[in-house]
């Protein structure tokens, strides 16, 4: 192969490589921006998610629309979300917390909680995944031991 065609060649390779990690970035999907307020009225889907465990906020985003389930409705609200490695369906982060995400003891898990606005909160028995919110309807997620999210559902 000629010098000219190798650099060619190395070039091109070189500027595939850079378009690739442009478009992918860090490899993680992106959830749009999180809106800071609960959703009004019964307009989209409210979602809470407590950090307070982890050191953080209290954080409520609204998913417009109706969500297809309550995974939708959390990246929908602006939160990202992984799986664990070894287990699919059950959500071991949001927003990259806890890091790393390690399959945190029993005691320590994002519990899923449902309610009406103003309403009380009640646990989950279905997962995000299986679980279909209705427009109007509250999702909460709270990091600890079984504990609801620390507020009122907006």
Do not use: K
């Not at 019964?42 to 995974?71: H, K, N, Q, R, Y």
């Amino acid at each position: 192969m000629s010098t000219h065609l190798t650099r060619r060649t190395l070039g091109s390779l070189a500027a595939v490589a850079a378009l690739t990690a442009a478009l992918l970035g860090t490899g993680a999907v992106q959830a749009p921006a999180a809106h800071a307020d609960a959703c009004t009225g019964t307009s989209g889907v409210t979602v809470v998610v407590d950090f307070t465990a982890l050191g953080g906020d209290i954080e409520t985003g609204c998913a417009p629309g109706t969500p297809t389930d309550g995974l939708a409705a959390l990246t929908g609200a602006g939160f990202t979300y992984a799986f664990h490695p070894r287990f699919p369906g059950f959500v071991c982060q949001i927003n990259v917390q806890p890091n790393p995400c390690n399959g945190a003891p029993a005691s320590a898990y994002w519990s899923y909680w449902h309610a009406q606005h103003g309403g009380a909160w009640s646990y989950s028995s279905v997962g995000a995944g299986g679980y279909h919110p209705a427009a109007g309807d509250v999702e909460g997620w709270a990091f600890g031991a079984g504990a609801q999210p620390g507020i009122t559902a907006p």
